[in-house]
């Protein structure tokens, strides 16, 4: 994994140090900086340009949305990778849409912050598998819209995504059955 300078968000304190903790054992990244509302979130990513924002939506003061809007003027090259509770695919949407790097349940944070992280510094956009198989169908039906350019694209796109999240091949057996039903 590459080496990054990572700025934590997180209003809920003992997440924010399970993450703090986690990624410190990782040689390379570096913490930087923690924030426990979208406001301090804004000022820190301006002040520190952290290569790495790993926040959460449901922030105090200021959406981790609308924190991201403002970071993506002030910190154009700090990735945002987002941490959240929220699994409604509105959500997770608008949350890519925006531009974030990923987006990690906090459920699934144990088993795949590494692999996010690791996937986002490598300049690729990772989604939590509990979130990602309505995602990608969603976007796969963009397909007629122009939004990929093919069906056989966005799979590509999902293998490599559990591939990178070093899951096991009958769980991205039943990520695909399951991608095919949403």
């Known amino acids: 994994m590459r080496s990054a300078r990572v700025l934590v968000v997180d209003d809920y304190e003992p997440f924010r140090q399970f993450v703090c903790s986690t990624l410190g054992k990782v040689p390379g990244l570096r913490i930087v900086g923690h924030a426990s509302d979208g406001l301090e979130a804004v ?7 952290p290569e790495l924002i790993l926040m959460d939506i449901g922030l105090p003061s200021l959406s981790g949305i609308e924190a ?43 088993s795949e ?33 122009g939004g990929l350019r093919s069906r056989k694209h966005s799979r590509r796109l999902h293998h490599r995504s559990h591939r990178r999240a070093g899951l096991s091949p009958a769980m991205k057996c039943n990520s695909i059955l399951t991608m095919r039903r949403c």
């Open 43 to 49: 000022r820190k990513a301006e002040e520190l340009q």
């Open 113 to 145: 912050l590494l692999a996010a992280v690791e996937v986002v510094l490598g300049d690729e956009q990772f989604v939590s598998s509990g979130v990602a198989n309505c995602v990608v169908a969603e976007f796969t039906g963009a397909q007629a819209r």
């Open 68 to 110: 991201a809007r403002r970071i993506r003027q002030l910190a154009p090259m700090s990735k945002v990778l987002f941490l959240s509770q929220e699994t409604s695919r509105d959500v997770v949407e608008e949350a890519l849409r925006l531009g974030a790097s990923g987006y990690v349940v906090k459920t699934r944070a144990g």
